[in-house]
């Protein structure tokens, strides 16, 4: 078991899972987040993927691929930022006070950014490169104002069919005092030719640690319940059938507030949005009227009736979603 613990989120990349994160599409101006954490992209070309894929001897895998025929020379890039403040740090102590890299305990110390890749069988690109950067606050890793810190590339002969760990590290303070965030970037550099079948890199296994020697410590697999916990501090939703519910019994035209916990304090106020239909029966379809990074509140107005109101969710996408993610 390492005993440096790992400042990315679904290192895996095990959770997929989230709604509205799908393959990255073509012809995207903006970074798309594919996987819970993961961003990928590909500016203004066609004839790609990004996705996840199981197997391969680990849970999952972050697959970047061109699709057979493509003739694009542009780089593939996935990354992933730590959010807000150094909040990739497992405490939210760290991220609630959003302190600056020095009194976090990271300006002055060795950053080691290492990953898992293995090469398709008809793998194009004149090899990998591993980036660690730093940003004010921006969480959009792959594009951007973000300052390359350390930067390694290695070429198409060192990847192989099995999985080949690489490193890269930034030693001594980094971030110009102002950065607040942390990030990482893998490139699938320089493809060329006529995409083949399985034009293909494959990453997993990523760490982004603090190092006294320079050098990465093994790879951990966290469980699933540790790394839902931290994806959750991001991005959560709830609803499905009758899983949000309230009821009553009052005057008519009365208004109607609840405050609900979030099982998870996020790193900051997040978005929020009501998606479908609600089942609503003598009062008005609820909303939610704020949000903290830790509680938010849901309010409905009771009909002109006097007596008994009620709504709750009722299909699957009956749903209350909350993203402190995306800028």
Known sequence: MSLSPNLLDNAGPELTGAPGRPLVPANQVQPVCFADRWWGHRSGDAGYSIATLGGGGF????????????????????????????????????????????????????LVFSVHARRGANFSGSGITLQIVTASSDVNVCGGAWTVEASATFPAAQLATGWTRFQVTKSGAWGGGGAQVLGVRVRF?????????????????AKLELSNTGAATAYTMPTIHESLVRCRRFWQSFGGVAEIAASGFCRGNTMHQFTHLLPVEMIKAPSAAKTGTWFVSNCSQPVVVTATSRAFVVSTTSGIQTGAWAYRSDSIDDLLVFDAETP
């Open 189 to 205: 550099e320089a493809p060329a030719g006529a995409a083949g079948a399985e034009d293909t890199l494959y990453l997993t296994g």
């Open 59 to 110: 849970p999952n895998q972050i697959v970047m691929q061109r699709s057979p025929g493509n003739g694009s020379t542009s780089p593939l890039t996935v990354g992933q930022s730590t959010g807000l403040a150094a909040s990739g740090l497992s405490t939210l102590a760290v991220v609630n006070r959003l302190l600056v890299p020095a009194l976090a305990g990271l300006g002055a110390q060795t």
